[in-house]
């Protein structure tokens, strides 16, 4: 899938219609399942579409859209960790996945991941503001409020600092998350099996 940059003139509702349609993810994005999956390489693994995991993933796919992070698996882990970088308020689900993310990505894409930081560190997240305000903004004013394409200086040394305490705190989260992932993982090949005999 080619990654898709979004105009700066394009309202956030427009844009986000058009990368769920590129994604397809559906017309509501997913918002209203009742289970969605995780691809534990090609094996989806269904986990439970939580209230937590909706509250974020509106604000979440925002993101994507204003930081041209893409969908596959090193674009989610680069997210994951711009997301960290930028903070994520008080919704605990981003906190979850996005530790789990920064900890996959820095063993498969340390260098993407750890400059994805850097920028989350030098921008400001959209947790937390009002989110039908937001889909009337154009994707321009919120990429220059956001400060997502601001000039990349060194790391600090409290860069490096919070980088580390995520790291543990992404080894933890990404532990027990791998060890769920293995539970659930037979579940996971009888719902493959099912789409491909309903296919």
């Known amino acids: ?3 898709v940059h979004y105009d700066d003139g394009l309202t956030m509702r427009e844009a986000r219609a058009i990368y769920f349609e590129v994604n ?3 017309a509501d994005g997913g918002y209203g399942d009742a289970w969605v999956d995780f691809k534990l390489g090609p094996l989806p693994v269904p986990f439970p579409n939580t209230q937590g995991r909706v509250r974020a993933v509106r604000y979440h796919d925002l993101h994507h859209v204003l930081t041209g992070y893409d969908t596959n698996t090193i674009g989610e882990f680069e997210i994951s ?3 960290l970088g930028a903070g994520c308020k008080d919704f605990v689900a ?6 789990g993310g920064l900890f996959a990505g820095l063993l498969s894409a340390p260098r993407r991941t750890v400059r994805a930081f850097l920028r989350g560190r030098r921008s400001e997240s959209l947790y937390g503001r009002p989110f039908e ?5 154009t994707v321009g004013d919120l ?7 601001a000039p990349f200086p060194s790391p600090t040394a409290l860069d490096v600092l919070w980088l580390a305490l995520a790291s543990l705190a992404g080894l933890v989260v990404g532990a027990v998350g791998f060890a769920l992932a293995l539970v659930v ?4 090949l009888v719902n493959l099996a099912l789409r491909r005999r309903l296919a």
């Open 24 to 26: 397809r993810f559906g």
């Open 94 to 99: 981003a906190w979850q996945l996005n530790l």
């Open 81 to 83: 960790a711009w997301e």
């Open 143 to 149: 990429r220059r409020e956001m400060r997502v394409d």
């Open 185 to 188: 993982a037979p579940i996971g």
């Open 133 to 137: 305000e937001l889909l009337g903004r």
């Open 1 to 3: 899938m080619a990654l």
